[in-house]
């Protein structure tokens, strides 16, 4: 595995700003102007986010910001009111969840929702559907085609299982699992619909410190692995300072600031919207 090396974030034509190293690529997804209202109260309003090919990169905010409606909107769970969602190049306007996913868009979710009644392998099948080229008849009378995608399915299944330490676990009932491995199994079935974004909502959530650090070093592998982009929603700072490369922060539905780690860090305004102000002064500060 050849790993995709650091760049720096510089302007795309749109003036967005994306990694150099996919300047020549189309971005995975754009989306301008994004919002949506709930009667007469704006969830989402102007959010507009480019995210190149290869890029690692967070969506963060306080608790309410909004950061999980833009990922209903991302995946068509949500019609916008108003803008544009574009997945490597294509519109996604009008389209199912199902057909977004084909577009190349896949998710996990805050809480975590597996088959838990089902094996291990037979969740990440599922989240091959939209690439299973067998017709219902075939899989009604287990015919030839049906018996060798089964066997092209399991395999890849293993393949995927394995890639995040899970293939010893294959035939367990998903539910049973403990509470990592079930996050884990859920990016797998995500993979599984071989995405190039993939959108992680919360993935560090009731991780210990150990844990924390082996997902890190998890996203970088899928990203370096299957040459894919993630944008994650996370509120473990150390996870998203150490990984990200380009970072969206919203507040009340809208976007405050974007930049690099070191940027938002140092951004007044972040600071402000994550501690408050009390007397003039940060919480932070007393």
Do not use: W
């Amino acid at each position: 595995m050849s790993k995709i090396q650091p760049s720096p974030l510089v302007e795309y034509p749109s003036k967005a700003m994306i990694p150099e190293r996919d300047l020549d690529a189309v971005p995975v997804l754009e989306t301008h102007h994004l919002g949506i209202d709930f009667g007469g109260l704006t969830a989402v309003d102007d959010f507009s986010l480019t995210v190149g090919k290869t890029e690692i990169a967070g969506l963060i905010g306080p608790n309410g910001a909004g950061k999980t409606t833009v990922f209903n909107l991302l995946t068509n769970v949500y019609q916008p009111t108003r803008g544009s969602i574009m997945i490597n190049g294509f519109s996604s306007a009008g389209k199912s969840t199902a057909q977004v996913n084909r577009l190349g868009i896949a998710r996990t979710f805050q809480n975590i929702r597996l088959f838990s009644n089902m094996s291990v392998i037979d969740n990440v099948k599922v989240g091959m559907h939209n690439s299973t080229k067998e017709s219902l008849l075939a899989a009604l009378t287990h015919s030839f085609g049906y018996g060798k995608a089964e066997r092209i399915a399991t395999e890849r299944a293993m393949e995927l299982l394995a890639f995040l330490g899970l293939e010893n676990m294959a035939g367990a009932v998903s539910g049973s699992l403990p509470y990592g491995a079930q996050r884990r199994l859920e990016i797998v079935r995500a993979l599984a619909t071989n995405p190039r974004i993939l959108l992680l909502d919360e993935p560090a959530a009731g991780m210990n410190p150990s844990e924390t650090q082996e997902l890190m070093e998890n996203i970088r592998n899928i990203r370096d692995t299957f040459g894919i982009a993630i944008l994650l929603i996370e509120h473990d700072m150390s996870l998203v300072m150490g990984i990200c490369e380009g970072i969206c922060v919203l507040n009340y539905g809208k976007i405050i600031a974007k930049g690099t780690p070191d940027a938002i860090r140092a951004n007044p305004t972040v600071i402000e919207a994550y501690l408050g102000k009390r007397g003039g002064k940060t919480n932070a500060e007393g």
